[in-house]
């Protein structure tokens, strides 16, 4: 069977070399040593600073809405969001008790449209929280200008964008926060993990204490917190990851650039930013209706080959949201979308011909 995507699985010697210090040190969690280097190599990595490492990319949203002072549970609050992601975007503010008011995408790029959000902003209005979807950059300037015009929060959901730059810096670098997934299908993971980054050192500093229940010290419990820490397997994990990243990428981009070629003309792809260098992570392609992406689908689920319906549906439909307006363009895309089949060591020819053959044959059937 050929999934969506696999886990990237390192080396086994080089992670055996960071479990091994593991064992020296009997220190598996609470900020231990593997923790701490992996922070600083996501850092210099990246080309970031206050990058705060936690247990996954859900809670990663959460805390940066608590440490930028958006939780919702005090008075009505509301953030501006997309409804054309991951279902966590949205619920991971709805558990923190901000309503999410969905602004719908741009056509081409299926990032938010920024100029559909002035219209979204009420008094409730606290946050917006763009996501660069399938890695693509958001129009991040113009965001930015709104959110200072009214005194919004902005907190990117980068969890595609792991190593995209943008203007020839680190697209995390925009926002208030920006924060990354590290779960076992995105293009670096932990096996379960996220990072905030953020663009205040006080920010990085109050989410420290919320990731460890609040506690400062021995005796010492500062504020209300949780328990978001990462552990050291995880950040093992991470390592070895983070060693072998340059063949994982380069792996991603030539099967990338093959999709691109064999179906030129066939479907629509997104349309990257300018600005943005891309990471190859997903290859999303929509197909001229909902029909179409269906029988493409069935047909390649008959070879074995198992394409996903990302994102699919538009989470305006969700039951728990009060904002259940239709979104025209992402309810569209949602329709006709599926992410073909990308992973370093995917034997891509199999691939190929049966999607090319698949669409050969739905054009032929309507003529
Ligand atoms: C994967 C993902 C998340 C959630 O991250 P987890 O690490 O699985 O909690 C959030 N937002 C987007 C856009 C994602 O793709």
């Known amino acids: 069977m050929i999934p969506v995507t696999k886990p990237y699985l390192p080396n086994r010697e080089r992670l055996d070399r960071y479990i091994d210090g593991i064992y020296e040190r009997a220190w598996l969690t609470n900020n231990g040593e593997l923790v701490k280097e992996l922070t600083k190599r996501l850092e210099s990595y990246l080309s970031v600073e206050n990058l705060l490492l936690v247990a996954n990319g859900t809670l990663a949203l959460q805390i940066a809405y608590r440490a930028l002072g958006i939780s919702g549970h005090v008075?009505?609050?509301?953030?501006?969001?997309?409804?054309?992601?991951?279902?966590?975007t949205a619920s991971s503010l709805k558990w923190e008790g901000i309503e999410p008011i969905f602004v719908d995408i741009n056509q081409n790029t299926w990032c938010l449209d920024p100029t559909l959000i002035e219209a979204a902003i009420t008094p409730n209005t606290k946050a917006i929280v763009p996501v660069h979807v399938f890695g693509n950059a958001c129009e991040v300037e113009k965001i930015d200008n709104i959110?200072?015009?009214?005194?919004?929060?902005?907190?990117?959901?980068?969890?595609?964008?792991?190593?995209?730059?943008?203007?020839?810096?680190?697209?995390?670098?925009?926002?208030?926060?920006?924060?990354?997934?590290?779960?076992?299908?995105?293009?670096?993971?932990?096996?379960?993990?996220?990072?905030?980054?953020?663009?205040?050192?006080?920010d990085l500093e109050r989410a420290k204490k919320m990731?460890?229940?609040?506690?400062?010290?021995p005796e010492v419990i500062e504020g209300l917190g949780i328990n978001a820490k990462m552990n050291e397997l995880q950040a093992a994990m991470g390592l070895a990851v983070l060693d072998e990243i340059d063949q994982n990428l380069s792996a991603r981009k030539e099967i990338w650039t093959e999709y691109k070629e064999i179906l030129k003309g066939l479907v629509k792809f997104q349309d990257n930013s300018m600005n943005s260098t891309k990471n190859y992570s997903y290859f999303p392609a929509v197909f001229k209706s909902k029909e179409v992406a269906n029988k493409v689908l069935n047909i390649l689920m008959e070879n074995n080959i198992h394409p996903r319906r990302?994102?699919?549906?538009?989470?305006?439909?969700?039951?728990?949201?009060?904002?259940?307006?239709?979104?025209?363009?992402?309810?569209?895309?949602?329709?006709?979308?599926?992410?073909?089949?990308?992973?370093?060591?995917?034997k891509i020819d199999t691939v190929k011909e049966s999607i090319y053959k698949a669409i050969k044959h739905i054009n032929q059937e309507k003529k």
Request: net charge positive.
């Open 147 to 202: 959110a200072r015009k009214h005194q919004l929060k902005v907190i990117y959901d980068a969890s595609h964008a792991f190593g995209v730059n943008y203007k020839g810096e680190s697209l995390l670098k925009h926002g208030d926060a920006a924060t990354l997934s590290f779960h076992a299908t995105k293009l670096f993971h932990t096996g379960e993990g996220g990072a905030i980054i953020f663009k205040r050192k006080e």
């Open 310 to 346: 990302y994102f699919y549906p538009s989470l305006e439909t969700l039951t728990y949201v009060t904002d259940n307006n239709r979104k025209i363009v992402s309810h569209g895309i949602a329709n006709k979308i599926l992410c073909l089949p990308i992973y370093p060591g995917l």
């Open 75 to 88: 008075e009505p609050t509301e953030a501006i969001t997309t409804p054309f992601t991951f279902v966590a």
């Open 211 to 217: 990731i460890n229940f609040g506690i400062t010290g």
